[in-house]
């Protein structure tokens, strides 16, 4: 739907915006040696500081291992939801847009954009987002909420089998209810979230 094609360019547009500010660095750095050492006997404290450290690697297959050993872990929520990201492939494409390499100029560059997501890793990505905003809200940056949301409408689309241009207000109630939960804490924490006009740019989508 109209609404719905708004709300996806909308978190695309604030998302680059928030990049090229240098609010977060969502891309990372180079492997650590000790990730050679197999993570899934560690006990869980040992198993996070793994796992971020495969995080911090950027190595894909680092990555894999760290989310399947934490991902049913309680208390690492915002871990598991960054390691999705990541995974999904998101961060990379975003990269390559900021490079030129990749546009989004059209409805047609944003459906080849959405075919190049890994699907599975950014519906996982949105599950993790929202228990980490019932669970550890203080963790969530801008950036955070914003790409919340938009794994959030990725999950909605695969929990109902309807494709992401025809999910009805109702079925994205859940990303806008994201959304609204950054907003409502900018006045808070302001320097985590996105500027006052990047705000209204979003609200009068």
């Known amino acids: 739907m109209k609404n719905t094609r708004i709300l996806i360019n909308s978190i695309l547009v604030l998302l680059l915006l928030l990049l ?6 969502i891309f990372t750095y180079s492997p650590l040696s000790f990730l050679q050492r197999d993570p899934a006997n560690l006990p869980l404290d040992q198993k996070i500081v793994w796992a971020e450290n495969a995080l911090a690697s950027g190595d894909p ?3 894999a291992t760290a989310y399947d050993v934490i ?11 960054n390691l999705a990201l990541e995974l ?4 990379q494409l975003l990269f390559e847009v900021m490079e030129g390499d990749v546009a989004i100029d059209s409805e047609a560059d944003l459906d080849i954009f959405l075919l190049q997501v890994d699907e599975d890793y950014i519906v996982a990505a949105g599950g993790h987002y929202n ?3 019932a669970n550890d809200p203080d963790s969530l940056t ?5 790409l919340g949301a938009a794994s959030i409408l990725f999950k909605a689309s695969k929990d109902t089998g309807t494709d992401i241009d025809n999910l009805t207000g109702a079925q994205v109630q859940d990303a806008k209810d994201f959304v609204s939960a950054g907003l409502a804490c900018l006045s808070v924490k302001p320097d985590r979230y996105p500027t006052s006009w990047t705000v209204s740019l979003w609200i009068r989508q």
């Open 88 to 91: 999904s492939g998101v961060p």
């Open 61 to 63: 297959e680092a990555m």
């Open 71 to 81: 991902k049913n872990e309680s208390g690492v929520d915002y871990l598991a939801a």
């Open 20 to 25: 090229f500010a240098g609010c977060q660095a």
């Open 142 to 146: 801008g950036t955070d909420y914003i």
């Open 131 to 133: 228990d980490t905003l």
